[in-house]
């Protein structure tokens, strides 16, 4: 599903490069869940960003769903590959603030623009429902605790029945009741739909919903 070469990623910073990946070699198979745990600056989010193509290797191969992604990888191709395979849940939500949940939820359906409007509407209606939001379809995200946002990303991410979910700090800013109802979610998503899932976390408590962990320290993989 996932497969990472050899993968450097250095930054400029003025005239110096930062390294923030230092050949990086990593698998990941069909419906694993893997946890990716460090300290921070240790490319947790770099290396998602990167299998999430919101980011391009500065050298190495890296391969999602078969596809070769490198350096000069047309943006074109990258955008469809997040519209069609990947789907994103950020620690700050990032919903739009003008659409109400049901309209944040149909928003990548239009996008891809493959279901008539009742179907997205009927699509997004049903996801909502099944995280457990079915009564709070016309609120918009100010309406909506930490917790209940975080269902609607995830019911957002899903739309378009992603292959791959990339999860950055998905609890880090939740409380305890809330991140035990988005931990269930997610792995019945991944037991039931078999959607692979890569989550970063600084949680070491999480790490025990993962079929493997990843530690990261300095740009490289220590131990899995």
């Given at each position: 599903?996932?497969?990472?070469?050899?993968?450097?990623?250095?930054?400029?910073?003025?005239?110096?490069?930062?390294?923030?990946?230092?050949?990086?070699?990593?698998?990941i198979?069909?419906?694993e869940?893997?946890?990716?745990?460090?300290?921070?600056?240790?490319?947790?989010?770099?290396?998602?960003?990167?299998?999430?193509?919101?980011?391009?290797?500065?050298?190495?191969?890296?391969?999602?769903?078969?596809?070769?992604?490198?350096?000069?990888?047309?943006d074109?191709?990258l955008?469809?590959?997040?519209?069609?395979?990947?789907?994103?849940?950020?620690?700050?939500?990032?919903?739009?603030?003008?659409?109400?949940?049901?309209?944040?939820?149909?928003?990548?359906?239009?996008?891809?623009?493959?279901?008539?409007?009742?179907?997205?509407?009927?699509?997004?209606t049903?996801?909502?429902?099944?995280?457990?939001?079915?009564?709070?379809?016309?609120?918009?995200?100010?309406?909506?605790?930490?917790?209940?946002?975080?269902?609607?990303?995830?019911?957002?991410?899903?739309?378009?029945?992603?292959?791959?979910?990339?999860?950055?700090?998905?609890?880090?800013?939740?409380?305890?009741?809330?991140?035990?109802?988005?931990?269930?979610?997610?792995?019945?998503?991944?037991?039931?739909?078999?959607?692979?899932?890569?989550?970063?976390?600084?949680?070491?408590?999480?790490?025990?919903?993962?079929?493997?962990?990843?530690?990261?320290?300095?740009?490289?993989?220590?131990k899995?």
């Amino acid at each position: 599903m996932i497969k990472l070469v050899n993968v450097h990623k250095t930054y400029l910073l003025g005239l110096e490069g930062v390294p923030a990946l230092r050949g990086v070699n990593l698998t990941i198979n069909d419906g694993e869940f893997i946890t990716i745990l460090g300290t921070s600056g240790g490319g947790k989010t770099t290396m998602l960003n990167i299998i999430g193509t919101i980011d391009k290797p500065s050298k190495g191969d890296v391969y999602i769903c078969g596809l070769r992604i490198k350096y000069s990888t047309k943006d074109q191709l990258l955008a469809s590959i997040r519209l069609n395979k990947l789907g994103f849940v950020f620690q700050t939500f990032n919903l739009i603030g003008s659409l109400s949940a049901l309209e944040n939820v149909e928003l990548p359906m239009q996008l891809r623009g493959k279901l008539s409007r009742e179907e997205i509407r009927k699509r997004a209606t049903q996801l909502l429902t099944e995280v457990g939001l079915g009564e709070r379809l016309d609120h918009f995200p100010n309406m909506l605790s930490g917790g209940e946002q975080q269902r609607v990303t995830i019911a957002r991410s899903i739309s378009n029945n992603p292959s791959i979910l990339l999860l950055d700090e998905p609890t880090g800013d939740l409380d305890t009741k809330s991140t035990d109802i988005i931990m269930k979610i997610l792995v019945d998503l991944n037991v039931k739909h078999k959607i692979t899932m890569i989550m970063v976390t600084h949680d070491q408590g999480l790490k025990h919903f993962a079929h493997r962990v990843v530690k990261m320290s300095d740009g490289k993989i220590l131990k899995i």
